[in-house]
């Protein structure tokens, strides 16, 4: 009996760290035991993301108390260390979207999660002395993007694991429960920077104008112990896959593919927006709202828009993800005009909870969005390979199953290296439009005309009918 039609191959309770056999699609084979290693997978891939996501945006928040701890920069350049994990970030993207079928899964996850430990160590010592030049600062933000580069290779990792039908739900958990990295950080920091974490060894408060202490080198520091846990579970507890192994010629073909470039541009608008929104929040409240505590708040916009990614890839493996895709663009205009419309005005002080509100609709819809074209990029090159070899022999058809797996997993992580830029762009669009016009009014209408944009891209292309790659 051949090893395709032998149920009992791979049903090992405890596969080694190379899996040979590997067919999801196949239901015997999936549940006998893919289902169970694919689980344990995701799960420690979800576990590794989250930090990476928390070092990432680590600076959102410790850029508003960085002052008060004694330092003195100015709001451009506090901005600019929100944005440069954003930048760099996006940069390792695009090598990490590739390096999965090179490395392995397993060893490259675990690679990548120690690679945190870099960044994080090296803040809990430099934000323990006030004098440390601006340019240090600048270079430990541009290593934190150690942490966004790392959801390239996640996404292109799990993607290999799960069948067809369940790639929406299983994509959306990693993603959406990674993405609650940023406000696990934002609400964790505030809260370990008050106390003394490590005693001696994690050094000597700074006293604050009210008499209060506060270790703002905690916020590197606590997640230390945390990435080296993580780091030993994805060593030992995570699989690579022989089945996608592939050379960076074997894809790089996606750049050849029209769809790879316009995936990239609505996951640019979804994820971008997240994960820009969440760079830039906590300063946008304090320079939009200064009487409002900004680290009370600046949790919850990245909370919710993470909750909702999962639901985002369910909901498009039930209704398809071009339609959820495309009406949820037209809810995140009208999110953005929700936040102008509370916005200070002259004269007006603005409304400050319904600012809120509508960030945390916005929030959302990027969270639905995410999970919806990341279930789109699946379905469209399983289709465009189906159709090119309809009429072939059944190995032929097999093996083009395979390379559709192959240019998802690759487009899935390139599409992601691009969406990241988001982090970089809209803070400094904030920035700029603060710092030319007095107010980030300038960068809302401009978010708004890229959403238009994107509706168009959505409908045309995979939502109306006769459109050329429905999904």
């Given at each position: ?29 999936w549940?006998?035991?893919?289902r169970t ?17 928390a070092?990432?945006m680590?600076?959102?928040t ?11 920069f100015?709001?451009?350049?506090l901005?600019?260390l929100?944005?440069?994990?954003g ?53 430990i ?15 292109s ?7 067809k ?28 920077i008050g ?18 202490a ?10 230390v ?13 995570m ?37 820009g ?31 909702a ?46 600012f ?31 159709r ?48 030319l016009?007095?107010?980030?009014e ?16 959505t409908w ?12």
């Open positions: 009996m051949s090893a395709s039609n032998n149920p009992a191959v791979g049903r090992q309770a405890r596969p080694g760290p190379v899996i040979e056999d590997w067919r999801p699609e196949d239901p015997q084979f549940n006998a035991t893919g290693i694919a689980n344990r997978n995701l799960w420690i891939s979800i576990a590794a993301l989250f930090l990476a996501f070092l990432w680590v600076w959102s410790v850029i508003v108390r960085m002052n008060a701890a004694g330092f003195a100015s709001t451009d350049q901005f600019w929100a944005a440069l994990p930048l760099s970030g996006a940069a390792l993207r695009v090598f990490y979207s590739f390096i999965v079928p090179v490395f392995g899964g397993r060893r490259w996850t675990a690679l990548s999660t120690a690679s945190l430990l870099i960044p994080a160590l090296w803040m809990g010592v430099a934000l323990q002395d006030p004098s440390t030049p601006y340019s240090v600062f600048v270079i933000a541009l290593l934190c993007g150690f942490g966004g580069g790392n959801f390239a290779s996640s996404m990792n799990i993607s290999f694991f799960f069948p039908a369940q790639q929406g739900t299983a994509l959306g958990l990693n993603a959406g429960l990674g993405n609650l990295g940023v406000s696990g950080m934002q609400f964790l920091v505030p809260m370990v106390v003394s974490l490590f005693g001696a060894a994690g050094g000597e408060p700074r006293e604050l104008a009210d008499g209060s506060m270790w703002l080198q905690n916020a590197g520091l606590v997640w112990p945390l990435v080296a846990l993580v780091t030993l579970a994805a060593w030992f507890g699989n690579d896959l022989k089945s996608a192994s592939a050379s960076f010629s074997e894809q790089a073909v996606i750049f050849k593919r029209k769809h790879n470039w316009l995936m990239c541009w609505l996951y640019l608008a979804t994820f971008g927006s997240f994960i929104f969440a760079a830039a929040f906590p300063l946008l409240i304090k320079t939009s709202f200064p009487q409002v505590n900004a680290l009370q708040f600046a949790f919850l916009g990245p909370l919710v828009g993470a909750l990614r999962p639901l985002g890839g369910w909901v498009s493996d039930k209704l398809g993800g071009a339609r959820v895709t495309l009406w949820n663009f037209v809810l995140m205009i009208a999110a953005v005009f929700g936040v102008i419309a509370f916005l200070p005005r002259a004269g007006e002080a603005g409304h400050f909870f319904g809120l509100s509508m960030f945390m609709v916005l929030f959302i819809t990027t969270g639905v969005g995410n999970g919806s074209t990341f279930r789109m990029i699946p379905v469209i090159f399983r289709t465009l390979h189906e090119a070899s309809a009429k072939a022999q059944p190995a032929e058809r097999e093996r083009a199953l395979r390379e559709a797996g192959k240019e998802s997993a690759a487009v899935l992580g390139f599409s992601s290296a691009v969406g990241a830029f988001g982090g970089f762009f809209i803070p400094k669009s904030f920035g700029s439009s603060i710092a016009t007095g107010g980030p300038a960068a809302l209408y401009a978010f708004v005309a890229y959403y238009v944009s994107c509706i168009l891209v045309w292309w995979y939502a109306r009918k006769g459109a050329q790659t429905p999904c």
